[in-house]
């Protein structure tokens, strides 16, 4: 079955990097995806991979993919205050058609 | 331009009430999807609808559930004989199903939050 981790809750200083971890258990992914979700908002798209790929970067994200251990990071550069927020993981997988499975999100906080 | 719109932000009714929530997909997206996400973890899928094909309801949790779409316009989601477990925020997403290569971006809305007392 399906299956995807996160780590509860990471604090980090402002200016400093962030990297949140995810795992996977199905090893039929297709795409996997980053959301943020901020207090009384919705779920914003961050970035995704295809499952073929192993890096992606886009301005200040920067995701990795190892497939064989299946782990999925984002790494944020330059952390602001701003980023604060719950990070989702996500997937697709063959078969599954385009529903997602979530991981249980992961907290940062961004400290001054 | 409008993203995916939910009514009502709030919902709170007594046990063993039915509830109905809404969702407005962005017009033009042709699939649409609700999870729920209960306090403290991440969403679960409930039902996804594409176009006239029949829905995957694989996700929805009991027979007290369920969910209709027009077209590819509004669609309901219905929670019949409410119980406290279904306490939640229940979100509904919509996508442009493209075919092919790459993926269908879901856009999310922001959700209604579910209070059954």
């Known amino acids: 079955g399906e299956d995807v981790e996160q780590s509860l809750f990471l604090s980090v200083r402002e200016g400093d990097s962030s990297v949140i971890n995810c795992t996977y258990t199905?090893?039929?992914?297709?795409?996997l995806y980053w959301y943020k979700q901020e207090p009384g908002a919705g779920l914003q798209l961050l970035t995704y991979?295809?499952?073929?790929?192993d890096m992606k970067q886009d301005q200040r994200l920067t995701v990795l993919l190892n497939k064989k251990d299946k782990h999925l990071s984002l790494r944020i550069a330059d952390t602001q205050t701003g980023d604060s927020a719950i990070y989702f993981c996500a997937e697709t997988t063959t078969g599954g058609g385009n529903k997602l499975t979530f991981g249980t999100g992961t907290q940062l906080k961004v400290e001054l | 331009g409008a993203g995916v719109s939910q009514s009502p932000s709030n919902k709170v009714t007594e046990k063993g009430k039915d509830v109905e929530l809404r969702c407005d997909p962005i017009?033009?997206?042709?699939?649409l999807y609700w999870y729920r996400q209960r306090l403290g973890q991440g969403l679960e899928f409930l039902i996804y609808?594409?176009?006239?094909?029949?829905?995957?309801k694989s996700g929805l949790p009991s027979d007290r559930f369920s969910a209709e779409r027009t077209g590819e316009s509004v669609s309901t989601l219905t929670i019949q004989r409410t119980q406290q477990e279904d306490s939640a925020v229940y979100l509904c997403?919509?996508?442009?199903?493209?075919?092919?290569?790459?993926?269908?971006?879901?856009?999310f809305g922001p959700g209604t939050r579910l209070t059954v007392l």
């Open positions: 991979i295809f499952s073929n790929m």
């Open positions: 199905d090893s039929s992914s297709t795409y």
């Open positions: 609808f594409q176009g006239n094909s029949a829905p995957d």
């Open positions: 997403a919509s996508s442009y199903t493209r075919g092919g290569f790459g993926t269908d971006t879901q856009y």
């Open positions: 017009s033009g997206h042709t699939a």
